[in-house]
Structure formats: C-alpha cells, structure tokens
Nanobody
C-alpha cells in the first residue's frame, strides 16, 4: 500500500504561482511513476505531468502538451515527495489536483494505469 498526501493548494490571482507537494509513504520502490492529474467541475480528470524512474538514478518527466513551459514536476527521493511547480497560472487551471502513483515505470497519462491516489488539493485561480 502507498499513501499519498497532497498539500500546497490555495487561491491565487492569474499570473501567479503555486507549488504543490505530494508526500508518499508506505511501500516504496526505485521503479515508479508519480503523476499529477486535475479535475475541474463538470470535466473529466486530465493528466498534468508525471515523473518516472526505472531503478536507476535518472528520472524522466512527461507533461501534458498544453502545460509545457508553465508547470514543472520534480521529486525529492530522500523525502519521498513529488512537487508540481505551477507558474503563470490561468483561470482555466482552476481544479482539484490529485497526486497518483504506480509501481511501474512510465505508465503514461491514463488515470487507470495508476494504483494509488491522494485526496486532492484545490487550486483556484481568479482573474
């Protein structure tokens, strides 16, 4: 079992920044995918970014095409924590942001490929 706890959400004006954190506990592995997804009211959950490691020292990041350049995913392996730095936020970035994990390498952007989920953290961007 893996437990994921998100934090760092809040309200910000358009153009501002937020940094989300996702602390993982429980079963850990050097092979994994950690992902961020978001879900706005009335919309499906969508992929934001992921970071994967295949047992070695190198991590690989992937992003939704529309978010490249504004969002950055990173991980502190010592803290078992994944971060999502969000810059130049737009009103349309408003959503509940979820952290997810899979004990496989580079599982991709489909929510169904992830085994564990956090409770979500609200991000609200106002104009």
């Amino acid at each position: 079992q893996v437990q994921l706890v998100e934090s760092g959400g809040g309200s910000v004006q358009a153009g501002g920044s937020l940094k989300l954190s996702c602390a993982a506990s429980g079963r850990t592995s050097s092979t994994y995918t950690m992902g961020w997804f978001r879900q706005a009211p009335g919309k499906e959950r969508e992929f934001v970014a992921s970071i994967s490691r295949n047992g070695g020292p190198t991590s690989y990041a992937d992003y939704a095409d529309s978010l490249v350049g504004r969002f950055t995913i990173s991980r502190d392996n010592a803290k078992n924590t994944v971060y999502l730095q969000m810059n130049s936020l737009k009103v349309e970035d408003t959503a509940v942001y979820y952290c997810a994990s899979a004990l496989s390498f580079n599982v991709g952007a489909s929510p169904g490929k992830y085994d564990y989920w956090g409770q979500g953290t609200q991000v609200t961007v106002s104009s």
